[in-house]
């Protein structure tokens, strides 16, 4: 195995770990919030939203420190935050305290953006995209099997979340361990300490590669649509289908195993044959069908493919958004643009969870059809600036 290959491997490891804890919080968020906040739809979606302020606000300034002091040290900082938030939730027995967690790992998951990073350091512009592929494989891996685990750690622990912060500390700890012993610097020394201060408006950094904003934009737009999707379907599926919680889980465990198999084979396979532009928007009709379907897509036959193909084609366009944007964008730059990518993302999580739950109180297919129409504006924007114009190569080029 060659050196790159070895410091992708402990890079994927590192961010399986952490999606992995992260994951297993996901259904008992969206559920005890609920049952905190009385049920109220802006509570709810406010718990949930935290996080992503938290990450829009820190992402960018992470990934420019990176860029200034290296990944590994960032990397380290951020999983000792991780571990002390799942303490906190441990026994947070209280929606403030709940909360409160959930701010300080939201600041600590603004290293996904670093890592992504750290992918960009060690690969070249014909693997790029292949490699970033494998990180959302990674992403999509541990966010699956922490689904199952949380349920299974809440049952075992009788509603509490005692049992499930305590070992999503462990799997952290390890993270910690990992980092610390196996995975070495990626960012070349010289690189590092002359790139600037870290700009703590993610707008005005965003400001300095105006060639990308149109791709910027499609990358929102698609984010923004997919959290309306993510933070209610859980609570949706409990409601309307009559599902039990462990059942919801399997259903969502389909849809990151989908996603990881996209992300690990599929984007490995395609991304040799064709265009990341062409893949996107060939991508972008079959996730709006999934979105419009989805609240009446029952009994379960019906809800398990419309499932699989939202899986598979939210990941595609992801990655395929990001491997365009990283391209376009020179290595000294990379952790500070990833930084840019997860604000958006933050951003529209933020404003996304509450909207969709405040939607999912007034008309419970509101955030669906939403979702749906979004990416059908996303289908007219790609047409227009990935395949019909494509402004941002020939930016690029002058620069």
């Given at each position: 195995m060659d050196k790159n290959k070895r410091l992708l491997f402990g890079i994927l490891i590192t961010v399986f770990i952490d999606l992995l804890a992260f994951g297993m919080f996901i259904p008992d968020i969206q559920l005890r919030a609920c049952e905190y906040a009385g049920g109220e739809g802006f509570l709810v979606g406010f718990t949930i939203s935290v996080f992503s302020i938290s990450q829009f606000i820190f992402a960018p300034i992470l990934g420019k420190i990176s860029d200034n002091i290296g990944r590994r040290p960032?990397?380290?900082?951020?999983?000792?935050?991780?571990?002390?938030s799942f303490i906190i939730y441990a026994n947070a027995s209280t929606l403030p305290l709940m909360i409160l967690a959930r701010i300080i790992v939201g600041i600590s998951s603004s290293n996904i953006g670093v890592a992504q990073a750290y992918i960009s350091d060690i690969s070249n512009e014909e693997n790029r995209t292949r490699y970033l592929g494998l990180i959302?494989?990674?992403?999509?891996a541990g966010f699956t099997l922490g689904f199952p685990m949380g349920m299974l750690?809440?049952?075992?622990?009788?509603?509490?979340?005692?049992?499930?912060?305590?070992?999503?500390?462990?799997?952290?700890?390890?993270?910690?361990?990992?980092?610390?012993f196996w995975l070495p610097e990626s960012r070349k020394r010289e690189l590092m300490g002359n790139n600037g201060?870290?700009?703590?408006?993610?707008?005005?950094?965003?400001?300095?590669?105006?060639?990308?904003?149109?791709?910027?934009?499609?990358y929102f737009i698609g984010a923004f649509a997919i959290i309306l999707v993510d933070t209610t379907f859980m609570q949706y599926a409990v409601k309307y289908f009559y599902m039990s919680r462990n059942e919801v889980c399997a259903v969502l465990f389909m849809l990151g195993i989908s996603a990881g198999l996209m992300n690990g084979v599929g984007v490995q396979k395609l991304t040799m044959k064709y265009s990341n532009e062409k893949l996107a928007i060939c991508s972008m009709p079959i996730i709006s069908a999934s979105f419009?379907?989805?609240?009446?897509?029952?009994?379960?036959?019906?809800?398990?493919?419309?499932?699989?193909?939202?899986?598979?084609?939210?990941?595609?366009?992801?990655?395929?958004?990001?491997g365009i944007i990283s391209k376009n964008i020179d290595k000294d730059n990379q952790g500070g643009v990833f930084g840019i990518t997860q604000s958006l993302t933050s951003m529209a999580r933020m404003v996304g969870s509450i909207l969709a739950n405040m939607m999912l109180a007034a008309y419970s297919w509101g955030p669906y059809v939403l979702s749906g129409s979004l990416i059908v504006v996303n289908i007219c924007l790609a047409y227009k600036y990935l395949i019909k114009d494509r402004k941002y190569e020939s930016a690029r080029e002058a620069e």
């Open positions: 960032v990397l380290l900082v951020s999983t000792i935050l991780t571990t002390l959302g494989a990674a992403l999509a750690l809440i049952t075992l622990g009788k509603g509490s979340p005692y049992l499930l912060g305590y070992t999503a500390c462990i799997f952290s700890a390890i993270n910690f361990l990992y980092i610390f201060k870290p700009e703590l408006n993610p707008f005005k950094k965003l400001s300095k590669h105006p060639h990308l904003y149109p791709v910027f934009l499609i419009y379907l989805l609240p009446v897509a029952w009994p379960w036959v019906p809800l398990l493919l419309t499932v699989l193909a939202m899986g598979l084609s939210r990941t595609l366009i992801d990655t395929c958004i990001v």
